[in-house]
C-alpha cells in the first residue's frame, strides 16, 4: 500500500508539514516512537476552520477540519522520516474540537481524521482515539489532533 498513491487518489498532495506555532518541536522521534505535537487543519499557511463547532461551525465543517489536520499529520509524518517506509502504524490519535456549549458530536467530527488516514495507511492507519471538546483551541482553531505512531528503527 503506497500512502501517496493513495492520497493521489483521493485527489489529495502532501503539504509541506506546518511549523509549530511556538518554542517546541513539531516531532520528536524516540526510539520505536513518534510523538507529534498538535496538528490543525493549516492550508498553504493559514488556518482554514477557526471557532467552535456547534456554533460558528457545523458538524460537516468540523469533519473537514479534522481531515485537513489529519493531512498535516500525513506531512508531519513524512517530513520527519523521510517518508511512511519506516511507520509501522499510529498507535494513538488525541481529537480536540472547540465546541459550543451543548453540542457533543466529536467523535462524528474526529472521523473525518480517522477516516482520512486509515483511506491513506490503510491497516497502518488504524489507532486508540480519545475525543476532547474545550471551549476554545490555540489560534482559535476548531480541531487540534495530537498523535503517536510505532516506527521501525533505521
Same mark, same amino acid.
Given at each position: ?23 517546541? !518541536? *513539531?516531532?520528536?522521534?524516540? @526510539?520505536?516512537?513518534?510523538? +507529534?505535537? #498538535?496538528?490543525?487543519?493549516? /492550508?498553504?499557511?493559514? %488556518? ?50 472547540? !465546541? *459550543?456549549?451543548?453540542?457533543? @458530536?466529536?467523535?462524528?467530527? +474526529?472521523? #473525518?481524521?480517522?477516516?482520512? /488516514?486509515?483511506?491513506? %495507511? ?33
Amino acid at each position: 500500500m503506497d500512502p501517496l498513491l493513495n492520497l493521489r487518489e483521493l485527489g489529495l498532495t502532501l503539504p509541506a508539514a506546518p511549523r509549530p506555532a511556538g518554542n517546541y !518541536a *513539531a516531532a520528536v522521534l524516540s @526510539g520505536g516512537w513518534l510523538h +507529534l505535537s #498538535g496538528q490543525f487543519p493549516f /492550508l498553504d499557511g493559514r %488556518l482554514a476552520y477557526t471557532g467552535r463547532v456547534g456554533a460558528e461551525l457545523t458538524e460537516q465543517d468540523g469533519y473537514q477540519a479534522a481531515r485537513l489536520a489529519a493531512l498535516n499529520v500525513l506531512a508531519q509524518i513524512h517530513a520527519v522520516m523521510g517518508g511512511f517506509d519506516r511507520l509501522e502504524r499510529l498507535v494513538r490519535v488525541e481529537g480536540h474540537v472547540a !465546541a *459550543a456549549p451543548g453540542w457533543f @458530536g466529536a467523535p462524528k467530527v +474526529l472521523d #473525518g481524521a480517522s477516516d482520512l /488516514l486509515v483511506q491513506v %495507511l490503510g491497516p497502518r492507519g488504524g489507532h486508540v482515539r480519545s475525543a476532547f471538546t474545550p471551549a476554545s483551541l490555540p489560534l482559535n482553531s476548531a480541531v487540534e489532533l495530537v498523535v503517536i505512531a510505532a516506527v521501525r528503527e533505521s
